[in-house]
């Protein structure tokens, strides 16, 4: 399994009954997790004196539920990128930490090339990957269906004095982006993914990850350069194993570009027991 151990200002504490118990800079959250399966007893005082709790509701949501004075939003530093923290609706902040080691991956791929990359990022979130590719010195186009999260994106980059590096912000869906820049002709050395398990169209239609990964992959396949540097595909989709998207990424791009192509969960190490807790899958092709 891969690790992000380079945090400082977030840490995973302890697990027990669904529920995680993290630090993100001086904030104590507590936040559920369906793979935390085991019941350990909360030793931590942290479990008791936590600043504010995300409980889930039986009929889809949840709401927050606050004991100690959170912010509306406060900052968290990794390396030299800073990363804007606001607790959301569905549990999330605005940061997934495990993906700290893809950041690294992909940061040190583009300075080991000494040579201008342009590097895509789709479904590309409130921007951390992108940042860690700009921050590294790739032109970046980052794209999201969300305006909201794109805003935020732009504001993590502010907030890490890079907003002046080379970059896109669009707010596009990713597959007919995808659509157009094969027929404009533009290309990309490096693609980073991380697209949903599910969701809905503005007209309605379903996106399934299962269904719909395949024919993604093979339009992203034509966008990618003559001489690509690294393909990274990210999925927190139970039913898709490492494997299978390893295998994937194998059919789509080595035939292509030749290479090789590797996969496995990623992780966080969890202080109070020093085991470690799996947090989703990412296949990487890299020439």
Same mark, same amino acid.
């Given at each position: ?33 369906p793979q ?11 479990w ?20 100690r ?9 990794y ?20 993906q ?6 992909a940061a ?16 590309g ?10 921050? @590294?010195?790739a ?5 999201d ?13 502010q ?14 869906d ?10 404009r ?24 990850l299962?269904? !719909? ?8 396949? !034509? ?6 540097v ?5 999925s ?15 059919? !789509?791009?080595? !035939? ?6 590797s ?12 085991l ?6 990412? @296949?990487?092709?890299?020439?």
């Amino acid at each position: 399994m891969r690790l992000s151990e380079h945090w400082k200002d977030y840490e995973l504490i302890d697990t027990s009954d669904g529920e995680r118990l993290e630090r993100w800079g001086d904030i104590i959250l507590i936040r559920p997790d369906p793979q935390i399966i085991w019941s350990t007893g909360r030793k931590n005082p942290l479990w008791r004196n936590a600043h504010a709790r995300y409980y889930r509701s039986n009929k889809g949501g949840g709401h927050w539920e606050t004991y100690r004075k959170v912010p509306d939003r406060w900052t968290i530093r990794y390396n030299q990128l800073v990363f804007n923290i606001k607790p959301m609706g569905f549990k999330h902040t605005g940061v997934f930490p495990e993906q700290a080691v893809n950041w690294d991956y992909a940061a040190k791929k583009i300075r080991n090339e000494n040579r201008p990359l342009k590097v895509l990022n789709l479904f590309g979130y409130t921007g951390c990957a992108t940042l860690a590719c700009m921050n @590294a010195g790739a032109m970046v186009c980052h794209v999201d269906a969300s305006k909201g999260m794109v805003q935020w994106a732009r504001e993590n980059a502010q907030s890490s004095s890079i907003a002046d590096l080379p970059v896109r912000w669009l707010v596009d869906d990713c597959v007919k982006f995808v659509q157009r820049e094969i027929r404009r002709g533009n290309r990309y050395d490096g693609i980073i993914m991380d697209p949903p398990s599910y969701g809905r169209g503005p007209g309605g239609e379903v996106w399934k990850l299962e269904e !719909q990964l395949f024919p993604l992959v093979d339009l992203c396949r !034509q966008v990618l350069s003559n001489n690509p540097v690294f393909f990274i595909l990210n999925s927190y989709t139970t039913g898709l194993s490492p494997a299978v998207m390893e295998y994937l990424l194998g059919v !789509q791009l080595q !035939q292509s570009f030749g290479g090789c192509v590797s996969s496995d969960e990623i992780g966080l190490r969890v202080t109070d027991t020093g085991l470690v807790l799996p947090c989703g899958s990412t @296949a990487i092709w890299e020439k």
